[in-house]
């Protein structure tokens, strides 16, 4: 299959890589339908984010459709629309279970020290391959992956992964209510989703 590859800072290939299969039982295999490049791919290609390794298939944002599950999801079937959360957690620790899934103490196979476990990462996050490819390893499916209704195409799908998400929760943190004035410095992508986070 076809997959965006880092090699080094500033080479970022697209290769032909081996299929993904089922490691674990809680695995899902994705045939990805959308990807998304975000700005923390940009830190890994410019090198201003250190210790990716070689071969690290980039990209946490996408959309597909299931191809194969582990013996231990029972949530998802083949065939089934979903999308990717940017982050891997394992649904079952004390962070998972009080909703902060960023901090999930399993997921990263480095340890709960190690941080946030997340696709196309460097070693300090897993390292899991990424999602700009053909198709994807999900670990934790039963929790890492969202069906998604047929009201929803693939292209409003995506923004669900990471951006709008990124943007919805500094506009939560703000504690913004009625009537208040709310300033966003930067209106890029995350800005103008925080904007309408804000509103």
């Given at each position: 299959?076809?997959?965006?590859?880092?090699h080094?800072v500033?080479?970022i290939?697209?290769?032909?890589?081996p299929?993904p299969?089922?490691?674990?039982?809680?695995?899902?295999?994705v045939?990805i339908?959308v990807?998304?490049i975000c700005?923390?791919?940009?830190?890994?290609v410019?090198g201003?984010?250190s210790n990716?390794?070689k071969?690290?298939?980039?990209?946490?944002?996408?959309?597909?459709v299931?191809?194969?599950?582990?013996?231990?999801v029972?949530?998802l079937?083949?065939?089934?629309r979903?999308?990717?959360?940017?982050?891997i957690a394992c649904g079952y620790?004390?962070?998972c279970?009080?909703g902060h899934?960023s901090q999930?103490?399993?997921?990263n196979?480095?340890?709960p020290?190690a941080g946030?476990a997340?696709?196309?990462g460097p070693?300090?996050t897993?390292p899991f391959d990424?999602l700009?490819?053909?198709k994807?390893?999900?670990?934790?499916a039963a929790?890492?992956?969202i069906?998604?209704p047929?009201?929803?195409?693939?292209d409003?799908?995506?923004l669900?992964s990471?951006?709008f998400?990124?943007?919805?929760?500094?506009?939560?943190?703000?504690?913004?209510?009625p009537?208040h004035?709310?300033?966003?410095?930067g209106?890029g992508?995350?800005?103008q989703?925080a904007?309408?986070s804000?509103?």
């Open positions: 299959m076809k997959a965006v590859v880092f080094d500033g080479d290939r697209l290769d032909d890589v299929e299969v089922i490691q674990e039982p809680g695995d899902a295999i045939r339908t990807s998304a700005g923390t791919d940009l830190h890994f410019r201003t984010f990716m390794e071969g690290t298939i980039l990209g946490h944002e996408a959309v597909g299931v191809e194969a599950i582990g013996s231990e029972r949530n079937s083949v065939g089934d979903v999308v990717i959360p940017s982050t620790c004390s962070y279970r009080s899934y999930c103490d399993n997921a196979p480095n340890g020290a946030t997340f696709y196309g070693k300090a897993g990424g700009q490819a053909e994807a390893r999900v670990p934790f929790i890492n992956l069906k998604l047929d009201t929803v195409s693939d409003q799908a995506i669900l990471d951006i998400p990124t943007a919805y929760f500094g506009a939560d943190l703000a504690n913004i209510q009537g004035t709310v300033v966003v410095f209106c992508p995350v800005g989703f904007i309408a804000a509103k």
